[in-house]
């Protein structure tokens, strides 16, 4: 790698897709190798969301240079259920990490209250959230390098102007650092046999595509907190009925959604005015089209009645058969 930075690095065009727990070691014992050589003695700095790309990061660094790595996790109030516990349990109990964990669900859902329009939801979410990294990495002393989740499809997509890359995160202009990438030449099937390899949980390693603003996406219109609860609540029941029946793993993505409209119902007897909750299930390759599962109609009877009878303020489950297109896969 000499004369080269590891940001300039490309996926060699002969490399063998990484399938195997042995082709996986491999690359994880280059890849330690490679790190500690590129960061030395100096520490690294690490925005940890949990989710797959970031958490084989933070592992990776975890095995090549201990508790030079501060990781922080931005728990903003837009996860799903038991996903802040999972990564403090993971990385701060299991593998001795260096964790920040910083509590700023009231900070986000304070300043998202009454914001309706999408859009301005996500540059909200975003720009909070790159302020609260900010102020954090302040706190730190001799931090010299930043890293990142980057994967091959990520660097393509940027080159061909389908998405602007996120290197840096647009983070302040005091706060530059030199990036660390490990995973940057693998695909996303390569990062889940690295994270296998690594001992991080399935749950962590194979967890379905979670957008950045995560349960801000599924709650359509201004998001409450009320609101928020029941879409985290039937979320955490229709993964858990996939996992019971087989369907964890099967089905590409699946998620609730809880709108912004209520509708009339009856519980124990008496009018109640309540809202729906709306279920997505749905199979791809790409992303760019889908279809929608086929979930038995006895196992959605029993979700359906699990949600309205757990969740509080449901009193209607939906189930959403449109394809992509002409429906996306989220609905924000």
Known sequence: MEGKRMTDIRRPENMERITTPELAQAFIDEQVKLLREQIGSD????????GVDSSVVAALLIKAVGDQLVAVHVNHGLLRKGEPEQVQRV?????????VYVDAVDRFLDKLAGVSD??????IIGGEFIEVFAEEARKLDGIKFLAQGTIWPDILESEKGIKAHHNAGGLPDDLRFELVEPVRILFKDEVRAVGSALGLPDS???RQPFPGPGLGVRCPGAITRDRLEAVREADAILREEFAKNGLEGKVW????VVPDFKSTGIKDGERCFEWPVIIRAVNTR??????VENVPFDLMKHITQRIITEVKGVNRVLYDFTPKPTATIEYE
């Open 118 to 123: 999408p859009e301005q939801k996500r540059m």
């Open 43 to 50: 520490k690294v700095l690490l925005a940890l969301s949990g």
């Open 286 to 291: 790409d992303a760019m089209t889908a279809t």
């Open 91 to 99: 990385f701060r109990d299991e593998m001795k990490a260096n964790l």
């Open 253 to 256: 993505q699946y998620f609730t």
């Open 204 to 206: 962590m390693v194979y």
